[in-house]
Structures are given as structure tokens and as C-alpha cells.
């Protein structure tokens, strides 16, 4: 009936009005609590504060004109503000971790930067760090394994058996360094960068970095071994052999090269 219909307009009325006011307490305390932390340099309840605010603003879609207008002009303004100076605060102290390679300020800084809409500018400068730690340690293992093979190619004067280790031995320790570097940071960034695709550009990044390292020493033991030559054999060897039996004729099978 219209009566019922009217009960239940002035019931959403009222829900609306209510949660508007809800909405505008939670503003006035998130604008006080945020404003307040970051000048005591407490970034991580700042942060908190700030991610409060936005959820209202982006994903609850509570920020009405009258929930702004209950919570007061200056509160909305001092949200901004205080957000756009915690994001330079937080990105300036992300960029001096990241040049320190500080593991330890990046880990509380990584959850901080994603309340506060920074994503992406927190994925770019992580991978630079993780490039650098990679870079050096595949490095450390590069000179390692020249190291050793020098050492080798000294000792066989004394001994002819001691042969340089298989390819597959240098290889392995450089897959190893990719696993360990995804196994201690993929999972924060996963969890606290994962809006701004830093979990698949931290896969990327490590496997670049192993395959370009790989290659080489790939390429090396190829040459070191000439095996275009044992593959140009073999392919003689099948062309040969595919001659004999479909022609059906007899004879032994000729192989040329090294």
C-alpha cells in the first residue's frame, strides 16, 4: 500500500542519515588521528588513518555531500593534505631504503605504502632494489666459478684427472639464488603490492636476470664441447640412414667431421 511504501522510504531516510553521520564521525577521527601521527612521525598509525579515509571515499562510497557537510569543509581538506604529505614522507623514506639497500625499513615501509595509494611508485623502486641485490650475488657467483676454474686449470699439471665441473654444477647455484630471492621477497610483495602487479613483475625481473646469467655459461659449454659439430654429424648420420631405408638398399653408413 502507499502507507507501507512511504514507512519504508522514511526508514531509508533515516539509515542514509544515520550512516552520514556515522560516515562524518569517522572522517573527523581519521582527519584528527592522521594529521596528528604523521607529525609525531608515526607513519603506521598515520597510515591506518589515511587507508580509513579512503575506504569511505573510494570503496564504501559513504563520502555524501551532507556526510562532508556533517563532518565539516575542514576535515575533508585536512584528509588530503595529510594524505598527499604522508605519501611524499613515505615515498622519500622508500627511496633512501632503497639506496641504503635497508631491508629491514623496507619490510615496515612495503605494508605502509599501500594504504596510502602508492603502489605503483613503491613496485618500481623495490624492483631496483631487488635488481641490485640479484645483480651482486650473481656476480659473487660468477667470480666464484672463475675462481675455481682457474684454480682447476692449475691443479692439472699435478693432476690430469681434475676436470672443471660440469655446466650444470654453476648453473644450478644460479637457479638457487633465483629461488632464494623470490622465496624471501615475493611474498611481501605479493601480499602488500599486489594492485600494482608487483608479484608478477618480481617473477619477471628474477627470471631475466637467471636467463642472462645462464646463457653464457650455456653458450660456453656448447662450444666447449662442439656440439654443432656432434649435431652436424647426427643429422648426417640420419639423413644417411632415412637414404638407406627408403631406397631399401644395403651398405654400412659413412659419418664425417671431427
Do not use: W
Not at 111 to 138: C, D, H, N, S, T
Not at 148 to 177: E, F, L, Q
Not at 218 to 231: D, H, K, T, W
Amino acid at each position: 500500500s502507499q502507507e507501507i511504501k512511504q514507512l519504508e522510504a522514511e526508514k531509508r531516510e533515516l539509515e542514509e542519515h544515520a550512516q552520514d553521520v556515522e560516515t562524518a564521525l569517522i572522517l573527523r577521527k581519521a582527519s584528527d588521528t592522521a594529521a596528528q601521527a604523521l607529525s609525531a612521525q608515526r607513519y603506521a598509525e598515520a597510515a591506518q588513518a589515511i587507508q580509513e579515509y579512503i575506504l569511505q571515499r573510494d570503496e564504501y562510497q559513504h563520502l555524501t555531500d551532507r556526510a562532508k557537510a556533517y563532518a565539516g569543509e575542514y576535515t575533508v581538506t585536512q584528509l588530503e593534505s595529510t594524505q598527499r604529505a604522508l605519501q611524499q614522507t613515505l615515498l622519500q623514506e622508500y627511496q633512501k631504503a632503497v639506496e641504503d639497500s635497508n631491508i629491514v625499513t623496507l619490510g615496515t615501509l612495503t605494508p605502509l605504502v599501500q594504504m596510502v595509494q602508492l603502489e605503483q611508485q613503491a613496485v618500481e623502486l623495490y624492483l631496483r632494489f631487488l635488481k641490485g641485490i640479484l645483480v651482486q650475488q650473481l656476480q659473487n657467483q660468477n667470480d666464484n666459478n672463475t675462481n675455481n676454474a682457474t684454480n682447476s686449470n692449475h691443479g692439472k699439471s699435478n693432476n690430469n684427472n681434475n676436470d672443471n665441473k660440469p655446466p650444470y654444477v654453476p648453473m644450478a647455484k644460479v637457479y638457487n639464488i633465483g629461488v632464494m630471492v623470490l622465496r624471501h621477497h615475493l611474498p611481501m610483495v605479493s601480499h602488500c603490492l599486489h594492485r600494482a602487479a608487483g608479484d608478477a613483475a618480481v617473477v619477471q625481473l628474477v627470471h631475466l636476470q637467471v636467463e642472462q646469467a645462464v646463457i653464457p655459461m650455456f653458450q660456453s659449454y656448447i662450444e666447449s664441447r662442439q656440439l654443432p659439430v656432434c649435431a652436424r654429424n647426427a643429422q648426417q648420420v640420419y639423413v644417411q640412414l632415412e637414404d638407406r631405408y627408403s631406397s631399401g638398399g644395403g651398405g654400412s653408413v659413412a659419418m664425417t667431421g671431427d
